[in-house]
Each structure stands twice: as structure tokens, then as C-alpha cells.
């Protein structure tokens, strides 16, 4: 009779350690994470090099980290991981909290939706490389097709978050601010349609276009239904034809015109939305504002603006209402409601509002552009943020740099002196 065989002996030599497979968890979150910050790299370098530069070392300090503690794995590699990582989260904090004024002004950023993927995967890198540094953790034993299991899990959640983080239809609820700053982000641009050439348009939807790439299918139930709504939305923007039928019904300018987007004409007694964000018929004939190609009493109607103060509102019929969000306007309270002096799309500063009067909002509520004008439909999409129908008088797009310049004009064309 042979030796006797002892079965746990076994099962153990036929397993793997903990610390092989938290080696893998911390390479592949690092991976992701490096995935998020180099998509985010060419964003943050058009706010300042420094910016760029921190996004770059960050992601390329990941990936390092990815393949040292793969290939070489020693003490020494985790506590790298653990110190980048504890650096990139101290500076996102402060970046979302107090400002960072190195390569800005210092105006503490909104929260956005891929920087708080990329925190999450800094978190769970810090935690496997503490995790590695415990002896007890790390040499533990369990079976190698649990082992297996585990890390592709976790290689699925890791991809799954990297992906989403630049993913429109997820990242749409952050609006404007896909990845997080206050200028263009990660989903933008997907409009444009062939009027990006030099007369400016391509410039101006940079970072603040929110529509689909393309239309996502709709049921045929659906089709009807929303070819029903788009035409009582049409009959309520023609119900105030022009800028002086507007005036006479009591509507108040809001901001200056602005090329891609037209005047906006404020009903604040709309300002709320439905309440259960459910577009019916009654909240469809009740726009926040009407949309008109300029500002003159004559100033034909284009379009119409929609508010809701319920996150992710259903809207429209379909999957293809967009809804967006503003970071850091700025209001100011007048006798006939509130105006947006320098405008609502572009972000500014507090510096910049404390100049006009004004009072910086950090987030508005949810939006919606709706072209539905005859002569006014917009190449980019029904309900695409900037339409390239509404030009300034000169068929251009061309805007003054300076918002600050604004002062009183009604509008921000560049005019034929500047």
C-alpha cells in the first residue's frame, strides 16, 4: 500500500496566493485608470500645459506601476502604487473642493462622472497594494480557478469603468462636464454636421455639443408618438412668431445672442419643469424659453428651450433627448427676472461674475434644445445643443475671446470693427 496522500497538501500546491492575484487586481485597475487620464490628457492641455502635463505623467506613472508590480514584484513596487495613487486622489480632491490656481484661476472644478471613475480605480489600487504588504494577506492560499476567476472579473469591471468613462450614453448625465472640468470634455462634439469649416462653427461646438453621433432606433410606437410631440411643439414656438410677440406676452431676454444657439426668451413661470420629468402635452407647451435668430422686434422664432429640475428626465418619446447641464454661469437678479449676461454656455469664473454683479451658479438644472422651426431644423440633430442654422448677421460663428467684454451688447458676434 502506497503512502498516504494528504488532501490539503494538495490543494494547495494545486492552488495560487492572494498576493499573485492582488498583483493582477492592482496592474489591471492601474491600467484603466491610465486608460481614463490619457483620454483625458488633450482636454485638460487646451485648459494649460501644466494641466496636460500632470494627466500625462499620471497615466504614464500607472502604466509603470502595471507592469512592475506584474513583472517584478517587490515591497518597493507597492508602496510606489500606493503613493501615486494617494497623490492623484489628494489632487482631485483639491482640485473639486479649494481649486488648484497652477494653469487656472483656481476655481474648484464640478465632480464629473469619468474623474470619479478614475478615483474609484485609484482607491481600489491603493487598497491591493496595502493588501500586498501584509504578509498574512498576500501568502494566503485559495484554489487557482477561483484565483482565475476573480482577476477577470475584476479585468471585466476594470475595462467596463474605462469604457463608460467616455461613453455618452452614461457619461451624458454629467451635461457639459463629461470628464469633470468646466470646459470641453470627454462625449462632446459628436455634432457639427458640414458646417464645421472656417467660419467658425467648428470652434464654437468644441466641447459644447451634446447630440447623438448618431440616432438610436426608436419603436414604432415610439415614432409616432414623437412625431405627435415634435408637432405640438412646433405650434407652441409659433405661437410667438418674433422677438416683439415674445416681448408682448412678457417674455425677458436671458444673455445675448449667441451663434448656434440664438436669444432666449424666458418664461420664468416654467422654470421648474414637470415635475416628475415626464414631458406630457401640457409641459410641452411650456418651454422655459423660446429661441429666436436674433434681437431685433423682428427676430424670427428658431427653436425652443426646455428646463427640468428632475435629474435624467425621461423628456421626448425615444432614447434620444439629450439633456444637458451648465457649470459656473453666471446670474444676475434684475426687476424683470434673472439675465445670464455673459452667457450660460461657456464657464466662467468668479472673478469674472463678481465683475458684471453677478452671482456664480455651479450647476443649472437639467436642459434641452428643441429645433422644430420650419427653415430653423438644425443639420446637428432635433436636439442638438448648438444648431449651425443660427449664425451672426455676417453668416458666420465667430465670437468675441473675451466673455468679459460682453458688458451691455446683446450679442457676442464678433461685429466688422473687431
Given at each position: 500500500m502506497?503512502?498516504?496522500?494528504?488532501?490539503?497538501q494538495?490543494n494547495?500546491?494545486q492552488?495560487?496566493?492572494?498576493?499573485?492575484c492582488?498583483?493582477?487586481?492592482?496592474a489591471?485597475?492601474?491600467?484603466?485608470?491610465?486608460?481614463i487620464?490619457?483620454?483625458?490628457?488633450g482636454?485638460?492641455?487646451?485648459v494649460?500645459?501644466?494641466h496636460?502635463?500632470f494627466?500625462a505623467?499620471?497615466?504614464?506613472?500607472?502604466?509603470?506601476?502595471?507592469a512592475w508590480?506584474?513583472?517584478?514584484?517587490t515591497?518597493?513596487?507597492?508602496?510606489?502604487?500606493?503613493?501615486l495613487?494617494?497623490v492623484?486622489?489628494?489632487?482631485w480632491?483639491?482640485s473639486?473642493?479649494?481649486?488648484?490656481?497652477?494653469g487656472?484661476?483656481?476655481t474648484?472644478?464640478v465632480?464629473?462622472?469619468?474623474?470619479?471613475?478614475a478615483?474609484l480605480?485609484?482607491?481600489?489600487?491603493?487598497?491591493?497594494?496595502v493588501?500586498l504588504?501584509?504578509?498574512?494577506?498576500?501568502?494566503?492560499?485559495?484554489g487557482?480557478g477561483l484565483?482565475?476567476?476573480?482577476?477577470?472579473?475584476?479585468?471585466?469591471?476594470?475595462?467596463?469603468?474605462?469604457?463608460?468613462a467616455f461613453?455618452?450614453?452614461?457619461?451624458?448625465?454629467?451635461?457639459?462636464?463629461?470628464a469633470?472640468?468646466g470646459?470641453?470634455?470627454?462625449?462632446?462634439g459628436h455634432?457639427?454636421g458640414?458646417?464645421?469649416?472656417?467660419?467658425g462653427?467648428a470652434a464654437?461646438a468644441?466641447?459644447e455639443q451634446?447630440d447623438?453621433?448618431?440616432?438610436l432606433?426608436?419603436?414604432?410606437?415610439?415614432?409616432?408618438e414623437?412625431?405627435?410631440?415634435?408637432?405640438l411643439?412646433r405650434?407652441?414656438?409659433?405661437?410667438?412668431?418674433?422677438?416683439?410677440?415674445?416681448?408682448?406676452?412678457?417674455?425677458?431676454?436671458?444673455?445675448?445672442f449667441?451663434?448656434?444657439l440664438?436669444a432666449?426668451?424666458?418664461?420664468?413661470?416654467?422654470?421648474?419643469?414637470?415635475?416628475n420629468?415626464?414631458?406630457?402635452?401640457e409641459?410641452?407647451?411650456?418651454p422655459?424659453?423660446w429661441?429666436?435668430?436674433?434681437?431685433?422686434?423682428t427676430?424670427?422664432i428658431?427653436?425652443?428651450?426646455?428646463g427640468?429640475s428632475v435629474?435624467?428626465?425621461e423628456g421626448?418619446?425615444?432614447p434620444?433627448d439629450v439633456w444637458?447641464?451648465?457649470r459656473?454661469?453666471?446670474?444676475?437678479?434684475t426687476?424683470?427676472?434673472?439675465?445670464?449676461p455673459l452667457?450660460a454656455d461657456?464657464?466662467?469664473t468668479?472673478?469674472?461674475?463678481?465683475?458684471?454683479?453677478g452671482m456664480l451658479?455651479r450647476?443649472?438644472?437639467?436642459?434641452?434644445?428643441?429645433?422644430?422651426v420650419?427653415g430653423?431644423?438644425s443639420?446637428?440633430?432635433?436636439?442638438?445643443h448648438?444648431s449651425?442654422?443660427?449664425?451672426?448677421?455676417?453668416?458666420?460663428?465667430r465670437v468675441i475671446?473675451?466673455?468679459?467684454k460682453?458688458?451691455k451688447?446683446?450679442?457676442?458676434?464678433?461685429?466688422?470693427?473687431?
Amino acid at each position: 500500500m502506497g503512502a498516504e496522500v494528504d488532501d490539503s497538501q494538495v490543494n494547495v500546491e494545486q492552488g495560487t496566493s492572494v498576493g499573485r492575484c492582488l498583483q493582477w487586481s492592482a496592474a489591471l485597475f492601474s491600467v484603466a485608470a491610465a486608460a481614463i487620464h490619457f483620454g483625458a490628457m488633450g482636454e485638460h492641455a487646451g485648459v494649460s500645459w501644466s494641466h496636460g502635463l500632470f494627466f500625462a505623467g499620471a497615466a504614464w506613472c500607472e502604466l509603470v506601476l502595471a507592469a512592475w508590480i506584474l513583472w517584478r514584484p517587490t515591497r518597493n513596487a507597492a508602496w510606489f502604487g500606493i503613493a501615486l495613487n494617494v497623490v492623484v486622489l489628494a489632487v482631485w480632491v483639491a482640485s473639486r473642493t479649494v481649486g488648484i490656481p497652477i494653469g487656472g484661476d483656481g476655481t474648484p472644478e464640478v465632480v464629473g462622472f469619468a474623474d470619479t471613475l478614475a478615483s474609484l480605480l485609484a482607491v481600489a489600487t491603493v487598497i491591493a497594494c496595502v493588501a500586498l504588504l501584509a504578509p498574512s494577506v498576500a501568502g494566503a492560499r485559495v484554489g487557482r480557478g477561483l484565483g482565475i476567476a476573480g482577476v477577470v472579473v475584476i479585468g471585466i469591471v476594470s475595462t467596463a469603468l474605462a469604457t463608460a468613462a467616455f461613453t455618452p450614453s452614461f457619461a451624458a448625465a454629467d451635461g457639459h462636464d463629461h470628464a469633470g472640468s468646466g470646459s470641453a470634455a470627454a462625449g462632446h462634439g459628436h455634432g457639427g454636421g458640414g458646417a464645421s469649416d472656417d467660419r467658425g462653427f467648428a470652434a464654437l461646438a468644441n466641447g459644447e455639443q451634446h447630440d447623438h453621433a448618431f440616432t438610436l432606433p426608436l419603436t414604432a410606437r415610439e415614432r409616432i408618438e414623437l412625431g405627435r410631440q415634435l408637432a405640438l411643439a412646433r405650434e407652441t414656438a409659433l405661437r410667438y412668431p418674433t422677438v416683439a410677440d415674445a416681448e408682448a406676452a412678457g417674455l425677458r431676454r436671458a444673455g445675448p445672442f449667441s451663434p448656434g444657439l440664438g436669444a432666449h426668451y424666458i418664461n420664468f413661470a416654467n422654470a421648474s419643469g414637470p415635475p416628475n420629468g415626464v414631458m406630457d402635452d401640457e409641459w410641452i407647451g411650456r418651454p422655459l424659453a423660446w429661441m429666436y435668430d436674433g434681437t431685433k422686434p423682428t427676430s424670427r422664432i428658431a427653436g425652443l428651450f426646455y428646463g427640468s429640475s428632475v435629474e435624467n428626465p425621461e423628456g421626448f418619446a425615444g432614447p434620444n433627448d439629450v439633456w444637458h447641464a451648465h457649470r459656473n454661469a453666471c446670474i444676475v437678479q434684475t426687476p424683470t427676472g434673472i439675465d445670464a449676461p455673459l452667457g450660460a454656455d461657456q464657464p466662467v469664473t468668479e472673478r469674472q461674475c463678481d465683475a458684471v454683479g453677478g452671482m456664480l451658479i455651479r450647476q443649472t438644472q437639467q436642459l434641452l434644445h428643441v429645433w422644430v422651426v420650419p427653415g430653423y431644423e438644425s443639420p446637428e440633430g432635433v436636439y442638438a445643443h448648438l444648431s449651425s442654422a443660427i449664425t451672426c448677421d455676417d453668416g458666420t460663428y465667430r465670437v468675441i475671446e473675451d466673455i468679459t467684454k460682453v458688458g451691455k451688447r446683446t450679442s457676442i458676434c464678433v461685429s466688422g470693427t473687431e
